[in-house]
């Protein structure tokens, strides 16, 4: 079975220039996550989809952070301007059904914002 | 507001040593534990999960406890090797319409040493 797909692995952008990542989930995975990892922290949360409906944007800095997901599969997570603590490792998830049941994380895609 | 608190931050030990990490929240509402393990670089690969009507989940030299009145919980690993040295964080789902999402742990980064 194939893993959380990310792409790229990594980007170095300067301050106040637009990123985009993209994750493939698990296929039939209908719960979707991004997270944020800051160095030395544990993951936060940014959003979380159900199909292609939001579930938890709550911890999102929409003025400068967007994501969707078309057709309840793929997702994009956007960061335009990017600022210097926007350097982090962005990891997306998925699980078969929101609320229960294990979590699988992609290898992340890691920012650095100069 | 859930909490999720790992001590130590580091800890090293030499092989062949069993040891313990640890996990608490503040909240034991919660669905379910799972504990997690990233390689320097990596994404979070699931260890156990552990539901929130169970005691323990074993897999391997590994073996996971949770204590919910206490708002505990322990990973136990037996006879380390230098392959176990990474970052081991444990996060909590939520219990009540919290949407699924998980909250971590700062995580414990550990070194076995041959």
């Known amino acids: 079975e194939a893993g959380v797909a990310q792409s790229p692995r990594y980007k170095i952008i300067e301050k106040r220039q637009s990123v985009a990542f993209w994750c493939n989930p698990i296929?039939?995975?209908?719960?979707l996550y991004w997270y944020q990892q800051i160095l030395g922290q544990g993951p936060k949360l940014l959003i979380q989809?159900?199909?292609?409906?939001?579930?938890?944007d709550s911890q999102l800095p929409k003025d400068r952070f967007s994501a969707e997901r078309l057709k309840g599969v793929d997702s994009t997570l956007k960061i335009q301007p990017a600022k210097l603590e926007d350097s982090a490792v962005y990891l997306c998830?998925?699980?078969?059904?929101?609320?229960?049941?294990?979590?699988?994380f992609g290898e992340g895609s890691r920012l650095t914002v100069l | 507001k859930q909490e999720v608190t790992q001590i130590p931050a580091a800890l090293s030990v030499p092989e062949g040593e069993n040891l313990v990490l640890n996990c608490s929240f503040t909240?034991?509402?919660?669905?379910?534990l799972q504990w997690f393990r990233q390689d320097p670089g990596k994404g979070l690969t699931s260890l156990l999960l552990?539901?929130?009507?169970?005691r323990e989940q074993t897999s391997g030299r590994l073996n996971a406890s949770l204590d919910k009145s206490s708002g505990r919980s322990t990973l136990y690993i037996a006879a380390s090797q230098p392959g176990d040295s990474a970052t081991y964080l444990c996060?909590?789902?939520?219990?009540?319409?919290?949407?699924?999402?998980?909250?971590f742990g700062q995580g414990t980064e550990l070194s076995v040493k041959p």
């Open positions: 998830a998925s699980s078969q059904n929101v609320g229960v049941g294990e979590l699988f």
């Open positions: 296929s039939g995975h209908a719960t």
């Open positions: 989809f159900q199909n292609n409906g939001v579930v938890d």
């Open positions: 909240d034991s509402a919660i669905y379910n």
């Open positions: 552990i539901q929130s009507s169970q």
């Open positions: 996060a909590v789902r939520p219990g009540g319409n919290q949407g699924g999402k998980l909250i």
